[in-house]
């Protein structure tokens, strides 16, 4: 069975600055994608970044990037130049190939100091 | 273009009954996948359908069932309710089945209380 690990129930970090989230998942399948979820207070679910597992090369999407660490079983999320916006619950979630069945963290609260 | 939708936002009901949540896709999505949100045990997946049929199902007991309609909208039945099954119920859409995992976009949710 397939578990994902957010280790970091709560972090702060200032404005501007920048602040990762880590994340690690356990797995025996070779196929799969990772993502990372953003829910802010009160409002719908949106998808942050996705990291397909066959591709070496880190997903970034202007201010996210991941750290995609496959033999270490690790996808950490950076979040550059930190907005009051990013204040969320960032969850982390784990799609074996061809099952379309999300498992996720138990997320992180996210808080951006002015 | 619209979003996911779900209704109703809130729904209270007492052990033993049936409730009824409702999902309405993003046009052009034909798979939904139905998430329980509760206090203390996360985001759990419950249900993915597609072209109306089931296609994978979550570690729960059979008296959670749903179905999907030709208009891809998809009802989530949960019956003789207990207590612990108060959660917020996400609906997500997407594109398509397999084999790509299309991004999926969720609903607002329903906040389900049993009393």
């Known amino acids: 069975a397939q578990t994902v690990t957010q280790s970091q129930p709560e972090m702060s970090v200032q404005e501007a600055e920048t602040v990762t989230l880590s994340c690690t998942y356990d797995?025996?399948?070779?196929?799969?994608?990772l993502f990372w979820y953003k829910q802010p207070p009160s409002r719908q679910m949106i998808l942050v970044i996705r990291?397909?597992?066959?591709?070496?090369q880190n997903a970034t999407e202007n201010r996210f990037s991941v750290n995609f660490q496959k033999a270490a079983k690790s996808f950490s999320l950076k979040i550059s130049d930190s907005q009051l916006g990013d204040t969320a619950m960032y969850f982390c979630?784990?799609?074996?190939?061809?099952?379309?069945?999300?498992?996720f963290g138990t997320g992180t609260l996210l808080a951006v100091q002015p | 273009e619209a979003g996911v939708t779900q209704s109703p936002t809130h729904l209270i009901k007492t052990r033993g009954q049936q409730a009824t949540l409702r999902c309405s896709p993003i046009?052009?999505?034909?798979?939904v996948y139905w998430y329980q949100q509760a206090l203390g045990l996360g985001l759990q997946f419950l249900l993915w359908?597609?072209?109306?049929?089931?296609?994978n199902r979550g570690n729960f007991p059979p008296r959670f069932s749903g179905r999907q309609f030709p208009n891809y909208s998809s009802e989530l039945n949960v019956n003789a309710l207990e207590l612990e099954d108060s959660a917020l119920y996400l609906c997500?859409?997407?594109?398509?089945?397999?084999?790509?995992?299309?991004?999926?976009?969720f609903g607002p949710g329903t906040r389900l209380t049993v009393t």
């Open positions: 979630a784990f799609m074996a190939a061809l099952t379309n069945k999300l498992i």
């Open positions: 797995t025996s399948e070779n196929n799969y994608y």
């Open positions: 990291q397909e597992a066959y591709k070496q």
């Open positions: 046009s052009g999505h034909t798979s």
């Open positions: 359908y597609d072209e109306g049929e089931e296609r």
């Open positions: 997500a859409t997407a594109t398509g089945g397999t084999p790509l995992p299309y991004e999926q976009y």
